[in-house]
């Protein structure tokens, strides 16, 4: 949520940022000013008719005092009573409206990120390792013949857009969620956690999912409770309403838990394989960093993500992406981009987000600053990674036309081998 003080002080800066996104938003800005100046109105108004009544409310204590007929200043104060309901019921409302339209204004894209409306103008701006540009075998046929995962009983169970992963392919799952968890709590430092996925709809608000994306979002109890549609709604809430000390940022903290999207806007998409999924497994990398240094932490966010990538020798490529493109909640995102040979094209595996104070405001997540005052934190997160499109991408690279899935060198502790699939035809070493 963007600080209502810096669009009263400087409209002009907002709604050039906002314009970079949609010019539209320069309209609702607009709104949010006017709905502003009508709700202090209302105040400043309420405030001078409190203080009109308390003084005539003296005025009546001394006129009986005095024994003099107070009748018609005590029906004044009746009058101005029924006013002042008035216009505290015409603030309130005004100032829930204000919220809302503030809740859904986007954040401000950062100086240095490309301009454009579309994923076209969004910037490469490095690269890893060299795509097989040879036509591979897809990550269904290779699940299929491998035995890896059952999208067809997946489908009985819970309809389309969900995955059975078994046997031999179930433990490969479990070996890439052990393997990313160690990375980022024994070399990158960060605390591991594990959290609940059903969280109350203020933790929604918090991280910036509603209001604007419910029609995405599973949610329960008249749409009070969600389950998580992302680990980043349970570990950035973690600390809400808090009050931090500045020694202990920046905060680095990580779990693995199951995502749950409705992916409502995106009929006709992939509708058979494990590219986009209603339910998945993700490992999540969330910051809680000083201003000062927070553009700094999301260059490391950004390489502790890519370093799965390396070590799991994965060509994949680094986007800036450009202001029409950027989530709504973030001021700058790197996606990380694999390369799947069987697709012939680059899978989104990682979004790696910086959101300044955006978060923090909705949520009221504070540190207290060396000269005492209460400064908002910034947020980050990123995946490290998300689980489907990193198989896809594994099954992919590494499958022998027809034959075995060699296991990276890297996951070979994890997963007890170094193919699977030798044994149907007795190659096994």
């Known amino acids: 949520m963007l600080d209502i003080q810096l669009l009263r002080k400087d409209p002009t800066t907002v709604k050039a940022a906002l314009a970079r996104r949609s010019p539209a938003l320069v309209e609702q800005v607009d709104s949010i000013l006017a709905c502003d100046t009508k709700r ?30 107070s009748s018609s200043v005590e029906a004044h104060v009746k009058n101005l009573a029924a006013e002042m309901e008035q216009l505290r019921v015409a603030a309130e409302e005004l100032e829930t409206k204000q919220r809302q339209l503030l809740l ?39 699940g299929e013949r491998l035995g890896l995962f059952d999208l067809d009983r997946a489908t009985k169970l819970s309809g389309s857009g969900y995955v059975c992963f078994t046997g031999k392919g179930a433990r490969l799952e479990r070996a890439l969620i052990n393997f990313l968890l160690d990375l980022q709590t024994q070399q990158h430092g960060y605390t591991e956690m594990g959290m609940p996925v059903l969280v109350r709809r203020d933790c929604m608000i918090g991280t910036g999912q509603l209001p604007k994306f419910e029609e995405d979002m599973y ?49 006709g998409r992939e509708t058979r394989g494990i590219i986009r999924m209603h339910q998945f497994n993700k490992i ?17 966010l950004t390489h502790d993500a890519e370093k799965v990538l390396q070590l799991l020798e994965l060509p994949y490529r680094v986007l800036d992406l450009c202001a029409g493109d ?4 973030a001021t700058r995102t790197f996606d990380l981009e694999v390369w799947a040979p069987g697709q012939q094209a680059f899978l989104e595996v990682s979004s790696c987000s910086h959101f300044g104070d955006y978060q923090a405001r909705r949520m009221n997540l504070r540190y207290k600053a060396a000269d005492g005052k209460n400064q908002f934190c910034h947020t980050l997160n990123g995946s490290g990674t998300a689980l489907p499109r990193l198989y896809v991408a594994l099954l992919e690279t590494y499958t022998q036309p027809g034959g075995a899935l060699l296991i990276p060198k890297v996951l070979q502790p994890y997963f007890g081998a170094a193919e699977l699939g030798c044994e149907l035809k007795g190659n096994c070493y």
């Open 219 to 267: 949610g329960f109890d008249e749409g009070t409770m969600f389950l998580t549609p992302t680990a980043e709604v349970s570990l950035t809430n973690f600390y809400r309403e808090e009050i931090l000390a500045e020694k202990e940022l920046p905060l680095k903290i990580t779990a693995c838990t199951p995502c749950f999207r409705r992916e409502a806007g995106s009929a």
């Open 326 to 329: 950027i989530g709504a909640n």
């Open 284 to 300: 999540e990398l969330v910051k809680i960093a000083h201003p000062e240094t927070a553009e700094e932490e999301l260059l490391s």
């Open 40 to 69: 202090r109105e209302a105040e400043t108004k309420l405030q001078t008719l409190q203080a009109d009544r308390n003084r005539l409310s003296k005025e009546i204590g001394m006129m009986k005092s005095l024994k003099e007929d």
């Open 104 to 142: 859904s204004l986007p954040n401000m894209p950062h100086p240095a990120i490309p301009d454009g409306d579309t994923a076209d103008h969004n910037k490469t701006i490095r690269t890893w390792g060299t795509p097989l540009h040879e036509k591979r075998e897809s990550h269904i046929a290779i």
